[in-house]
């Protein structure tokens, strides 16, 4: 898949996340997808949560592998 489309493709399910997010007020932007790897940055009340970790992978991280084929992890930048 071209990188446009994966990045296109990862936009719209994090847009699908960011309710689930921001009822904690939280939000995610996306940074870059490059080679199946997913930079993001978490904002709001995510960004310096202690269960940020815990969000980006057991959330945003399955979410995303399971949506979308070639994605291979999801980094916080």
Do not use: N
């Amino acid at each position: 898949m071209a990188e446009a489309d994966l990045h296109g493709k990862v936009e719209q399910a994090l847009a699908e996340l960011r309710p689930a997010l921001a009822m904690d007020g939280g939000d995610v932007e996306l940074v870059e997808v490059k080679d199946g790897v997913v930079r993001v940055r978490l904002m709001g009340a995510c960004s310096g949560c202690p269960m940020a970790a815990m969000t980006l992978v057991g959330f945003v991280e399955d979410r995303l592998k399971s949506q979308i084929p070639g994605i291979r992890c999801v980094e916080s930048v």
